[in-house]
């Protein structure tokens, strides 16, 4: 069970995870061959806890102490005070404990980056991790008061990670062997393990994450690594959505998605879920359940390897804003064998990946959502080609089964944006979506103009 940040904002938010968890524990009781032990808890930073801790990084780099340690000591007054949620003094203590050592620890980073004036992705990622570590020893806390037997569990100890920080990826094997010498024994002794999600470390024990939005992927390596019947990612809206609650009016829940649908949406922007999720549910086979934490009536979205048809023809439509479009022309070379190779190595070895391709006779665009090595990328690439950026962009991916069998649907979609300027546009060979590239500010309109031709009316 995953629980994001508004899903712990406040102690509020806490006793409603403690009642979840409760109610999971007494459904799994109570199941037919049903395995009593469990569940696993993986909680994130508390709201908002990660964009101030990142503001404080800032802050330090750029000399601005004073600045740094206000919003270290707003931070420390809120996790105190959500602490509270423990209701054992006994137990609280070392929490509180705990949170003090590790903002005082927070302080003294905070002086060494201001004389380095430069913080390194490594020391990013120990001041972010801390969001997570600080949250999971207070819900671990919290659930013992209230008589469930939570446990703690380091992450740090328990997610092994390459070194890429601030977007590090797990070993399986490694990790799979770390879970069960962490977390496997608080389970089979009845307790529930409580795991920090986005963080982990690398072999060598250096802290790391899992990239932004990361413990969803966090939730799903641990279920994946200890043989999970269920991968519960509970939110703050009823599942994934038919579009983004933040630019469509009123979007429905879609009940039922394929590992294949909810991997393409999570990858162009939906932001629900991070677009790792689903991948290492796959290679278990485990379905992933997306929902709502503040209405646990509703039904949510599950997602598996296969979803019964519908009638529907398209699923739903994700967007990504904030991307650039790299134009590379090159008359004399496109056509020539070996050019997409020598392309595609600048962004290889610039460790940035491409969402969107498209290419013509004499020139290949692609988009970047990760603009911090363009300028060397510009470079690399202004050696055997011309150049051009466009920023602002966004990408918009519809997804439906209907594309394949209706062979005019795409048509349709495309009709419905009317007269907003297709920048770029491609179909997989899945044929499963149709992905175009807009201007930013185009998106409102495209994305309630396609909801309101295929999505208007109810999902029975
Ligand atoms: P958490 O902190 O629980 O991980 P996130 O903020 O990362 O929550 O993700 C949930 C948010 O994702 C929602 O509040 C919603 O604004 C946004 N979102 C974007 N696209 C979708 C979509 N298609 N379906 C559901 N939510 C979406
Ligand atoms: N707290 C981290 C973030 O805000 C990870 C997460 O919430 O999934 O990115
Ligand atoms: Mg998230």
Redesign the pocket.
Known sequence: M??????VADQAAIERLIALVRAERQAEGQREGGDARGPVVVV?AL?GVTDRLLGVAAQAGAGDVEGARTSLQELRKRHITVSEVITDAALREPVVAALNREFDELERVVHALAVLQEVSPRWLDTLAASGEILSSQIVAAALTSHKLLGSWVDARKAIVTDSEHTAAAPLFQETTAALMAHADPPLAAGRIPVIGGFVGASAGGVTTTLGR?G??FSAAIIGACLGASEIQ?????D????????IVKS?QVVPHLSFAEASE?AYF??????PATIQPAVARNIPVR?LN?HRAQARGTLITGQRPPTERPLT????KKGVTVVDITSTRMLMAHGFLRRLFEVFERFKTSVDVVTTSEVSVSVTVDDPRRLPAIIEALSGFAEVAREEAMAIVCVVGDGLQRDPALAAGVLASVGDVPLRMLSQAASRRNITFVIRESDLPAALGRIHDKFFSEVIA
């Open positions: 995953k629980f994001g940040g508004t899903s994130s709201s939005g413990s969803d990612i509970w939110t703050d809206v599942g994934m959505l038919t579009a983004d609650p933040r979007p949406l922007g939906a932001k629900v879920l991070h997306i934490s739903a439509v994700a967007s």
